[in-house]
């Protein structure tokens, strides 16, 4: 079974059509990456599987359910770590965890031990009783990743989760994607228009360009078939006719 299954998806928001007829499945336990400059329909792509935003036509199956129909059962067995960024300033990093395992009804014996873990996952358990407010952007994003973990989901969904972050920061946060896969095999869908992200962490990769899918494939593959010896970034460029945005200012 795939965990995401997407069949002529189609979203409009008046003349604009964020989604254009867009198919493509995600195979159990890889990291997936959606990709495309800004405005490419990345984001609209996550609510909809999120179940945050209804399709105008076409469906979704997340984690065997169908994502208009059976939206509680979706919600039950994903994560999601928007955009923008969501933890607390005001609260440490364990009272923001704490919040969330109360919304999953993770109580009792257990909630201690699922915070802890989660939190050493994203190595802040040394930070845990600081205030986010103190937080580096680095930092917030891990938890952010840790407050999605929480409930054990099936498909972890990032939008954008390295989004304005330093190289190092970047590093880590990839890191301990990875380290999530490894551990609990979670499948992850993200959005990036940085190509070495997509080249570093996912096993397949689609691109986006104006709302129409491009290209879905490994990323070593998808090059190869374009020009020998060609990377993402050369990729990106045929596809959307502009440069992808750099990750780092040098
Ligand atoms: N709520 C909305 N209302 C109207 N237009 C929207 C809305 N959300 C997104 N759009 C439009 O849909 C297109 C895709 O946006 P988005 O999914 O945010 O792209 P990305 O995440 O790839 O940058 C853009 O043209 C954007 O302006
Ligand atoms: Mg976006």
Redesign the pocket.
Known sequence: MNAIDVSHLRKR?GA?T?VDDVSFTVPQGIVFGLL?P???????MIKILTTLAQPTSGSAQVAGFDVRRNALEVRRRIGYVPQQQSADPDLSGYENLLVFARLYGIGGAQQRQRILEALELMDLGDARHRLVRHYSGGMIRRLEIAQSMLNDPEVLFMDEPTLGLDPLARHMVWDRVAKLRRTYETTIFL?THYMDEAETLCDIVAFLHQGCLKAYGKPAELTAQYRPGADLDDLFIALTGRPAAKSVAS
Not at 38 to 44: L, P, R
């Open positions: 928001f604009v964020a495309g800004n405005g490419a329909g990345k984001s609209t959005t």
